[in-house]
């Protein structure tokens, strides 16, 4: 992906897209003038800088994902974590659970997700 950054209302009609994909870009005309309160040239406007940088593709009317939203939203967690936090998930992980209790589910589901991952070796 060339940019992971959208800016927050265009993460909300990339939301509109990928929740109702493939959308007609007729459907996409009024979901966005009914939740975004947009004109259909904004709508369109926004749609083809969109399909420019490589996000979505509007083809034949139909408008399809060329980037998942599980990719874009993991993207951007590791950049946060990299601009935010020098790249550390531990710290990271700190500063999210400062003063918060885990539940036992989350405590569980974070626990079953660590021993799913396999350490790095740290080297000689």
């Known amino acids: 992906m ?7 209302v265009e ?5 509109i897209i990928w929740k109702n994909e493939p959308i007609s870009s007729g459907e ?3 979901l966005c003038a009914q939740e975004l309160e ?5 709508t369109y406007t926004v749609l083809r800088k969109l399909c420019e940088r490589g996000f979505f593709r509007n083809e034949n009317g ?11 939203y993991s993207d951007r967690s590791k950049q946060f974590v990299e601009e935010s936090f020098a790249g550390s998930l ?5 500063a999210f659970s400062a003063g918060r209790k885990l539940s036992a589910r989350e405590y569980q589901e974070i626990r079953q997700l660590l021993d799913s ?3 790095e070796e740290d080297g000689p």
């Not at 993460?11 to 939301?15: E, I, K």
């Not at 947009?38 to 904004?42: A, F, M, P, Q, V």
């Not at 531990?90 to 700190?94: K, N």
């Open 2 to 8: 060339s940019e992971v950054k959208l800016g927050l």
């Open 11 to 15: 993460t909300r009609f990339a939301d």
């Open 28 to 30: 996409l005309v009024r």
């Open 38 to 42: 947009w004109k259909k040239s904004t």
């Open 62 to 72: 139909v408008v399809t994902s060329l980037v998942p939203q599980e990719d874009f």
């Open 90 to 94: 531990p710290a990271f992980l700190t």
């Open 117 to 119: 991952w396999k350490p």
